[in-house]
């Protein structure tokens, strides 16, 4: 089932290349949304895909950043359909 999942990540989690590390496991997995940085230093990623994958998808970001994730707030909805791709918000 496609869901949505939208999460903030906080700790030492910008100028690191988070983003695009994210948009480049988004487009081999087949996951759509955007990630940018926010003025607070916390990254802000908003993905659709079948819960399998975007559990794969974060599992594998955590795994590459774990060192610099402090914490992780993720809210899980229904898919909405609205994105095309993946991309970066600057």
Request: glycine content about 8%; cysteine-free; overall charge negative.
């Amino acid at each position: 089932m496609k869901k949505q999942v939208h999460v903030y990540y906080s700790g030492q989690v910008q100028g690191i290349g988070f983003r695009f590390t994210a948009e480049r496991l988004a487009e081999e997995l087949g996951v759509f949304g955007w990630v940018e940085n926010l003025s607070d230093a916390r990254v802000e990623l908003v993905a659709e895909a079948n819960e399998e994958v975007l559990k794969d998808f974060l599992a594998q970001l955590n795994t590459i950043f774990n060192r610099y994730i402090q914490d992780v707030q993720a809210s899980w909805e229904p898919a909405t359909g609205e994105f095309k791709d993946f991309g970066v918000k600057i």
